[in-house]
């Protein structure tokens, strides 16, 4: 799977919108757009690190709700 797809698979599992994916992990809007237009390459490890961050987030919203 190439990186641009992999982050736009991830926007779409949190349901956001591209700009609060952006500002929510704090990467300019139309950075966002371009990796998922193929206007521009992402980094290879910026999905991994953005995985990452979602997953985290997931992992420690879950221990606070007690679940």
């Known amino acids: ?3 641009a ?3 736009r698979e ?3 599992k949190t349901g956001m919108t591209r ?3 952006a500002l929510h992990v ?3 809007l139309r950075t966002v757009e ?3 237009a193929g ?7 910026i999905p991994r690190l953005i995985e990452y961050q979602l997953k985290y987030e997931e992992l420690t919203e ?3 709700t007690g679940k």
């Open 1 to 3: 799977m190439e990186a």
């Open 5 to 7: 797809d992999k982050i």
């Open 10 to 12: 991830l926007r779409e």
């Open 19 to 21: 700009k609060d994916f």
């Open 26 to 28: 704090g990467i300019p």
């Open 34 to 36: 371009d990796w998922e």
């Open 39 to 45: 206007r521009r390459k992402p980094p290879e490890y």
């Open 62 to 64: 879950k221990n606070d």
